[in-house]
């Protein structure tokens, strides 16, 4: 079998990404070899990774699956691929599948860890499979109920998610509240209403922040009703946060609760495994609607310039950047 020059993105050092090239092996008994077709740029965590500012305490728990190198730089990393099966099991050749891989053109992986994408489900769409996995865990932590007032303080791609799958709960009263009043398009294409924050309905029943910044958490507080949770979804890597905990929040009895996606919310853990949630993951991105959220594609040569444009950009209204190869 030919060797394979696969072509990856490194974080050289923290502000510096380039490409890099590698050979890969042939694959082993119970491995594939993905040719990717498309890959996705989780821009919160993966700008956070591109600036450095990843806590040494975290250097372990932040890995992500097939990561190479390590925190700060140089580090391999990435967990939105998309791509088609070039070699290994039978039932897997010319497969479209899923994996939770860094950026790079071609890899090899155990057959495992490749999810097939179910039928009716284009590969460029599901570039969101990592986001919406994040999703459904968030809205598993946080347990709404029938016919809640719900509040999605941050509009970017994560927050959106989670608002597409609360509207979707019967009688739910679901508003995305957001600095950019140009997702207010963006969030009623998903079935949710939107708000500036200063117009934001009050008195919810469950509040998800998904801002990323702390000015946004001080609005989820704000919103949240007597004895309401406020779900906080937003990973800051190294920057201080300031919480406002005076005023009514004690009198209010609210509840804040961290979520995130390394472990399966508690109420299913004995349930489902990593890969069922995946794979239900996989399944809903079915409606076409989501790619509404799919806001700009470049080309994989792009990639290095694509991540530091984004990392400084701040909040410019890009939702999920899709990286396309040849």
Same mark, same amino acid.
């Given at each position: 079998?030919?060797?394979?020059?696969?072509?990856?993105?490194?974080?050289?050092?923290?502000?510096?990404?380039?490409?890099?090239?590698?050979?890969?092996?042939?694959?082993?008994?119970?491995?594939?070899?993905?040719?990717?077709?498309?890959?996705?740029?989780?821009?919160?965590?993966?700008?956070?990774?591109?600036?450095?500012?990843?806590?040494?305490?975290?250097?372990?728990?932040?890995?992500?699956?097939?990561?190479?190198?390590?925190?700060?730089?140089?580090?391999?990393?990435?967990?939105?691929?998309?791509?088609?099966?070039?070699?290994?099991?039978?039932?897997?050749?010319?497969?479209?599948?899923?994996?939770?891989?860094?950026?790079?053109?071609?890899?090899?992986?155990?057959?495992?860890?490749?999810?097939?994408?179910?039928?009716?489900?284009?590969?460029?769409?599901?570039?969101?499979?990592?986001?919406?996995?994040?999703?459904?865990? =968030? !809205?598993?932590? *946080? %347990?709404? $109920?029938?016919? @809640?007032?719900?509040?999605?303080?941050? +509009?970017?791609?994560? #927050? &959106?998610?989670?608002?597409?799958?609360?509207?979707?709960?019967?009688?739910?009263?679901?508003?995305?509240?957001?600095?950019?009043?140009?997702?207010?398009?963006?969030?009623?294409?998903?079935?949710?209403?939107? =708000? !500036?924050?200063? *117009? %934001?309905? $009050?008195?919810? @029943?469950?509040?998800?922040?998904?801002? +990323?910044?702390?000015? #946004? &958490?001080?609005?989820?507080?704000?919103?949240?009703?007597?004895?309401?949770?406020?779900?906080?979804?937003?990973?800051?890597?190294?920057?201080?946060?300031?919480?406002?905990?005076?005023?009514?929040?004690?009198?209010?009895?609210?509840?804040?609760?961290?979520?995130?996606?390394?472990?399966?919310?508690?109420?299913?853990?004995?349930?489902?495994?990593?890969?069922?949630?995946?794979?239900?993951?996989?399944?809903?991105?079915?409606?076409?609607?989501?790619?509404?959220?799919?806001?700009?594609?470049?080309?994989?040569?792009?990639?290095?310039?694509?991540?530091?444009?984004?990392?400084?950009?701040?909040?410019?209204?890009?939702?999920?950047?899709?990286?396309?190869?040849?």
């Amino acid at each position: 079998m030919p060797v394979i020059q696969a072509r990856a993105c490194w974080l050289a050092e923290p502000g510096r990404a380039e490409l890099r090239t590698e050979a890969l092996p042939a694959p082993g008994p119970g491995e594939v070899r993905v040719r990717a077709l498309h890959s996705g740029i989780s821009r919160g965590t993966e700008t956070l990774v591109f600036r450095g500012e990843v806590p040494e305490s975290e250097f372990e728990r932040m890995r992500a699956p097939f990561q190479q190198g390590a925190f700060p730089a140089p580090v391999k990393y990435g967990y939105s691929s998309v791509g088609v099966v070039e070699a290994g099991p039978p039932e897997l050749l010319g497969r479209p599948v899923f994996c939770l891989h860094p950026h790079q053109s071609h890899y090899v992986v155990p057959a495992e860890a490749v999810h097939p994408l179910p039928d009716g489900v284009p590969p460029a769409r599901a570039v969101l499979a990592a986001n919406l996995e994040t999703a459904v865990n =968030a !809205l598993w932590d *946080a %347990a709404p $109920r029938v016919g @809640d007032r719900i509040a999605v303080v941050g +509009g970017g791609t994560l #927050g &959106l998610l989670v608002a597409w799958l609360a509207a979707r709960l019967p009688g739910s009263q679901v508003q995305v509240v957001d600095t950019q009043a140009g997702k207010a398009a963006v969030a009623g294409r998903l079935g949710a209403d939107f =708000a !500036l924050p200063g *117009a %934001a309905r $009050r008195e919810a @029943d469950l509040v998800i922040h998904a801002s +990323g910044h702390a000015e #946004g &958490l001080a609005t989820a507080l704000d919103l949240a009703a007597f004895e309401a949770t406020v779900l906080e979804l937003s990973w800051y890597g190294t920057r201080p946060v300031s919480v406002p905990l005076g005023a009514a929040f004690h009198a209010r009895r609210l509840v804040l609760k961290s979520s995130q996606v390394g472990h399966v919310a508690a109420a299913q853990r004995a349930r489902w495994s990593h890969r069922r949630r995946l794979q239900l993951a996989l399944s809903l991105l079915a409606d076409p609607a989501l790619d509404t959220l799919v806001t700009g594609a470049s080309p994989f040569d792009e990639l290095p310039s694509v991540l530091a444009r984004l990392a400084a950009s701040g909040a410019d209204g890009t939702l999920c950047h899709r990286i396309d190869y040849p």
